[in-house]
């Protein structure tokens, strides 16, 4: 572990990137071709940084870049210009290969959609990054129910996704997300397919691991999730149109019975 900081401390001395920073885009483009000379400019020109332990929401309506700009902050992309530097790493000039490698390492991703195998038990659904890195089976399965034990799903962990809710399915994704102590967490319109009651709840736990350390980064169109985040940044035709506090600033959460218990004590996400 200390080999690897001091490997973050040096990348981000080489760069000129202060180690509080975990997200840095400078002149950020993405330029799309659509045939016949047509282009469309998704991205032009973004600039953004993000701090160690920030809880950011990126807002914005259809066709405003932001699902662009998630998509390059997650590594799922590369820009047309610019540069992006995650957690000290110089991103943006990578390759699909090494793009791949940091993705597993360093974020861990909540989609809309939960993107959970439908023929896996929950265990196994939390275990696949760890699968992906090579992680010994003994430890995988260690950590795999530590991560669903602090997402209040320790009595589920054997269950498949057509035997659990909406929202322990998605806890279910934060748990796969958490266990390997990604740098960010990206969550993306984490509540969309949840009934607004089951998304408060699901809120509140984004809520707590922030409380816990976690940086967070939070993609959606809706004001009253954005407003979850402490910082709100407004996207709007490839612009940032705005960027500062959300008007909650900390927004506290009601302790529910299933995120109430902290983690457990060895947890590879507990900071």
Not at 162 to 172: A, F, I, T, Y
Request: charged share 20%; aromatic share 6%; hydrophobic share 40%.
């Amino acid at each position: 572990m200390a080999a690897e900081t001091t490997t973050q401390a040096e990348l981000g001395a080489a760069s000129g990137i202060p180690p509080s920073d975990m997200i840095v885009v400078e002149n950020l483009w993405k330029t799309y071709d659509m045939g016949s000379e047509q282009q469309v400019r998704a991205l032009q020109g973004i600039s953004l940084r993000i701090a160690r332990n920030e809880y950011v929401a990126i807002m914005g309506p259809s066709g405003s870049g932001k699902s662009t700009l998630m998509n390059l902050i997650g590594c799922l992309d590369t820009p047309s210009d610019g540069k992006y530097w995650l957690n000290g790493h110089l991103v943006s000039e990578l390759n699909d290969d090494e793009l791949a490698r940091i993705r597993n390492k360093e974020i861990g991703f909540v989609f809309q959609t939960f993107n959970l195998l439908a023929r896996a038990t929950a265990l196994h659904n939390v275990e696949l990054p760890l699968i992906y890195n090579g992680t010994p089976a003994d430890e995988r399965v260690s950590r795999a129910k530590a991560a669903l034990a602090a997402v209040g799903l320790e009595s589920r962990m054997y269950h498949k996704p057509n035997e659990l809710s909406g929202g322990q399915r998605q806890r279910v994704a934060i748990a796969r997300a958490l266990v390997n102590n990604p740098s960010i967490i990206l969550a993306d319109e984490p509540t969309g397919n949840l009934d607004s009651k089951t998304g408060e709840e699901i809120m509140a736990l984004f809520d707590d691991l922030h409380r816990r350390g976690n940086t967070i980064v939070l993609v959606t169109h809706e004001p009253d999730i954005a407003e979850y985040a402490h910082r709100i940044v407004h996207i709007r035709d490839g612009n940032i149109f705005s960027d500062g506090p959300s008007t909650r600033q900390v927004h506290v959460a009601k302790p529910s019975p299933i995120t109430a218990a902290p983690p457990p004590s060895g947890s590879p996400f507990a900071r």
